[in-house]
Every structure is written in C-alpha cells, then in structure tokens.
C-alpha cells in the first residue's frame, strides 16, 4: 500500500513538473497558425515601418520657421524656398506650397495649403488600415481554429467513445492555442494603431501651427 502510494505521488510530481514551449504549443495549434503568423509579421512590419515614417515626418528644427518667416518678412522669396526644399517634411512641403501662392488671395493660400495636408496625413496614414484589418480579424481566425479543433476532438471522441476528462482536456487545451494567439495578435495590432494614430494627431497639430504662423506672416509688412 505504501509502495502505490509512492508511486502515485511520483507520477502526479512528474506530470504537474510536465511543461511545453511556445514553440511546441504552436505547432500543436495546427495549420490556423500559419495565416495567425503572417498576420503578426505583416503588423510588427507596417507598424515599425509607419512609426519610423511618423516620427520622420514630426522632426522639424525649430529654427525653421523661423527662418522662414524672417525671409518672407524681408521679401526673400526664393530664399524662403530655398529653406523648405532642404526639410524633407510635411510641414516644409505645406509651407513651400503656402510660398508658392504669395500674391494670391489669403484664401486661395489656405485652401492649396490645406489640400497638401490631406495629402501628408494620406500619407502617413498608409497602410495603416491593415492593421485595423488584422485585429478584427485574427481573433476571428483563432476562433475559427478552435471550434474547428473542437469538431475534431468530438469525433475522435464519437469514434473511440473515449470520453475520459484526460482525453478532452488534451483535445481542448490545444485547440484553444488559436484562439489566444488570435486574441494576442489582435489585441497588439489594435494597440500599435491607437499609437500610430496618436502620432499622426501630434504630427498633424504641428502642421496646422505652422500653416496658421505663416498666414500671420502674409499680413506683416513686407521690408
């Protein structure tokens, strides 16, 4: 008696010691995973590509407008463009169309210099619309993984009518390994674009002070 005790004990330490990898719950989640990591490589990549883009485009030396407005101010034209061709920006590109314009109505300035600020903010808002695809729609396939995990499971059970709660409770736990990473990659995928979207927000709010700054500038008096 002594003796089966011991060796119950002994196998229940060995299996609550049993441990499996990331790796080995992956590829126990079965073909699902494959198109769940593509969708995870496609969103790490547009985010890392679009968040290196944004902050790019927000980099604008604070001496710039200054600059600017001090050469417009003199009648400098040419000097003026000369300073928004060398900043690769948005803000200089809007700015550059705003010099373009000098001599036209103040409303025709606006209207050309808000038209190239919704071609900045397509701009950096390209691609984004992927992700907001990937997080609703990798929770979707790990469910559909799952419930097709679980089909399976069922008719191994109604074929060997092996019902033993070991039994389900394998066939349950990996089938499931989809729908966590589904919720996962979607969960991230939904954060990195709040993130990118807050950046785009910051970026944009640069773009409108310095187009409202340099419409303050055409009223000055020309030196």
Known sequence: ????????????????????????????????MVPLALMWIIALYIFVERLLTINKAGKVPQSFMNSVKDLVVRGDINGAKIVCSQNETPIARIIEKGILRIGKPIENIEKSM?????????????NMVILTIIAGVAP?????????????????????????????????YVKMITSATGLIIGIMAYIGHSYLNAQIDKVVNQMEAASAEFIDVLHAPVK
């Open 1 to 32: 008696m002594v003796l089966l005790q011991i060796v119950t004990d002994t196998t229940a330490l060995q299996s609550a010691n049993q441990s499996i990898s990331l790796w080995d719950l992956a590829v126990r989640g079965g073909v699902i």
């Open 114 to 126: 808000e038209n190239i600020g919704r071609l900045e903010l397509y701009k950096m808002e390209k």
């Open 140 to 172: 979707m396939f790990g469910f559909l993984g799952t419930i097709a995990g679980m089909i399976q499971t069922f008719f191994q059970i109604s074929i060997t009518s092996d019902i033993t709660l070991g039994s389900i409770a394998d066939g349950i």
